[in-house]
């Protein structure tokens, strides 16, 4: 049976460099294990038989910016070229590209250390309810599960949830019993829980010039209704600085959290976020 093997610019210059057997990582540094490539005259074999031609191997050596992988003989990109052109990097996890926009911060950090900041700012703890509305590659979601907490997730693009699918490190959305993933927009999606839902909610939206309703007034309200009290909050917002006609960003997502009535709004500067509580004690009409 004839296996999945992940390539980048890293494997492919590790089979290149070696004269008759490489040891290569094939699932992107998900793991530790390592298996052992032939160089046999013009190919690169597989443990399974399967074999590439060394061409081939010096295309992918020379592009550090996609994702490769070999699969029952034949070698795909893990991108999905539509409406717009997606990609997965080769970061260490990797993150998903949109048009040449990344969705994950790189510069200083990498993914998962990004993600760790992020959940790190809400701490979910085991048997809690957790919201993530805006999945991408799911790492807050794993991350938020792997503590112990029941999350559900939602993802607006099918083609995000394509590359998850491919990607060894989103593998748990699909296997583990305490995530849901769920296709549709947050912004809707919303308005159908129930009052005190959850206990945390992760709120990691695209830029607001591509989902502006992501930072409205209208939708922190549906966030603030579905909060259990005492719930906590981690909303991403970056570091836009003066692109969009010189207005604060975080200076107004703090701002409409406290309008709908969080409480402890506060910036987040290793996550680039916010933070904000839903108080113990809520008025109710």
Request: with cysteine; net charge positive; hydrophobic share 40%.
């Amino acid at each position: 049976m004839q296996g999945v093997y992940f390539l980048t610019f890293r494997e492919a210059r590790e089979i290149l460099r070696a004269r008759k057997i490489a040891k290569i990582n094939p699932n992107l540094n998900k793991t530790a294990e390592l298996i052992e490539v032939e160089v046999i005259d013009n190919y690169a074999v597989f443990p399974d038989g399967s074999r590439i031609k060394l061409e081939l191997i010096r295309k992918i050596a020379e592009d550090e910016g996609t994702v490769y992988f070999f699969k029952d003989g034949e070698l795909y990109k893990a991108a999905i070229a539509g409406e717009h052109f997606y990609k997965l990097v080769p970061t260490i996890p990797p993150t998903i590209e949109i048009d040449g926009i990344r969705m994950h911060r790189t510069k200083d950090t990498d993914p998962l250390r990004d993600t760790l900041a992020k959940v790190e700012t809400v701490k979910p703890r085991r048997g809690e309810n957790v919201l993530d509305t805006c999945m991408g590659l799911g790492y807050t979601a794993i991350e938020s599960a792997r503590r112990g907490a029941f999350v559900l997730t939602i993802e607006k693009d099918k083609n995000v949830i394509e590359l998850a699918k491919i990607n060894p490190w989103s593998r748990e959305l699909f296997e583990w019993p305490n995530i849901k993933v769920i296709h549709g927009d947050s912004y809707e999606l919303v308005k159908n829980f129930d009052n005190e839902s959850f206990d945390v909610i992760i709120h990691d939206p695209p830029r607001f010039s591509l989902a502006g309703e992501l930072y409205s007034r209208e939708f922190y309200e549906e966030l603030y209704r579905i909060l259990k009290p005492g719930g906590r909050l981690f909303h991403y917002v970056g570091n836009p600085g003066k692109k969009y006609r010189r207005k604060d960003m975080q200076r107004g997502v703090m701002e409409r959290l406290r309008s709908v009535g969080f409480i402890k709004v506060k910036k987040v500067e290793e996550a680039l976020g916010v933070f904000a509580l839903k108080p113990n004690h809520v008025n109710r009409a």
